[in-house]
Nanobody, 120 residues
């Protein structure tokens, strides 16, 4: 059974960098042909795909967030991470990591999500 678990601070100050990690169990993040995604949901808004790092290690981003976002991975720990720079209160959201497959928009495994607030 594949499980994903987000971890990171629940509160970030404006202009700082938000860093989250997703720990994966039950599968390797290098398994063909899976993609490992970060998705968020702000209050009153729908789900927003932020970016992904696929099995081969390249990274892909939502163009609207690309200038502030980095996704990386640690294959030795079977983890992938999100960094969102220069956060504002608009970045307050529940952040999820999720798995998808090449050529698919379906996310078959989700983490439970972690709430992040942005406040000084």
């Amino acid at each position: 059974q594949v499980q994903l678990q987000e971890s990171g601070p629940g509160l970030v100050k404006p202009s700082q960098t938000l860093s989250l990690t997703c720990s994966v169990s039950g599968d390797s993040i290098t398994t063909k042909y899976y993609y490992w995604n970060w998705i968020r949901q702000s209050p009153g808004k729908g789900l927003e795909w932020m970016g992904a790092i696929p099995y081969e290690g390249n990274d892909y981003y939502n163009p609207s967030l690309q200038s502030r976002t980095s996704i990386s991975r640690d294959t030795s720990k079977n983890q992938f991470s999100l960094q969102l720079r220069e956060v504002t209160p608009d970045d307050a959201a529940v952040y999820y990591c999720a798995r998808s497959r090449l050529y698919s928009d379906y996310y078959d495994v989700w983490g439970q999500g972690t709430q992040v607030a942005v406040s000084s």
